[in-house]
């Protein structure tokens, strides 16, 4: 019942074992790798050039503005920007990217089934330019200790990373 839930979402679900598991997280998290992932949107957008783009949930406006330019500049240059869907820094670069016509991969800890309903995610996901993952069941809700987990996804989903803002000793960024 749970997988015809989610495929009426078009959320997909693998497994570690499977062929079409993402690539880049088994070969740079090996063992770590979380052994099921769940998504909606085109798993390839984990295979070319990205760039993690992670801040502060409460940036100031100007830090946004720095987070927005890489991401737009990513957009322009064929690289895709990677995130955890977050208010604040990392939800800022994502839309960007798509706003500039970019791709985009959210790595989310909070509940897939509501994010693949977003109106400023839903055109993106049709148009394949956004792929939204999670390795915590779709319907699952916030935990921080979800968010911590879902940091080391994002690292391994780009290439490079960019700590946009993070506050000294404290939060998932630091």
């Known amino acids: 019942q749970a997988l015809e839930r989610w495929s ?22 090996r063992g770590d790798a979380p052994p099921v992932m769940f998504g909606s949107g085109d798993p390839s957008l984990l295979e070319g050039s ?5 801040g502060s949930r409460n940036a100031d406006p ?5 987070a927005e330019g890489v991401a737009s500049f ?19 670069a994502m839309l960007t990217a798509l706003r500039h016509d970019g791709r985009a991969v959210g790595v989310l800890a909070d ?5 693949v309903v977003e109106p400023a995610y839903r055109d993106a996901l049709r148009a394949g330019r ?3 993952l999670s390795p915590f069941d779709p319907s699952a809700r916030f ?17 490079a990373g960019l700590v946009v803002e993070s506050a000294v000793s404290e939060g998932g960024t630091w």
């Open 8 to 29: 009426a979402r078009a959320i997909w679900v693998v497994s570690k074992r499977d062929k079409t598991y993402p690539q880049r997280l088994r070969s740079v998290m």
């Open 50 to 54: 990205a760039l993690a783009v992670v």
């Open 62 to 66: 100007s830090v946004l503005s720095v």
């Open 74 to 92: 990513a957009a322009e240059h064929d690289i895709v920007v990677v995130s955890g869907g977050a208010k604040g820094i990392d939800r800022a």
């Open 111 to 115: 509940s897939l089934e509501r994010a």
């Open 130 to 132: 956004l792929l939204l």
């Open 143 to 159: 935990q921080i200790w979800k968010a911590m987990q879902r940091n080391k996804i994002i690292y391994a989903a780009a290439n």
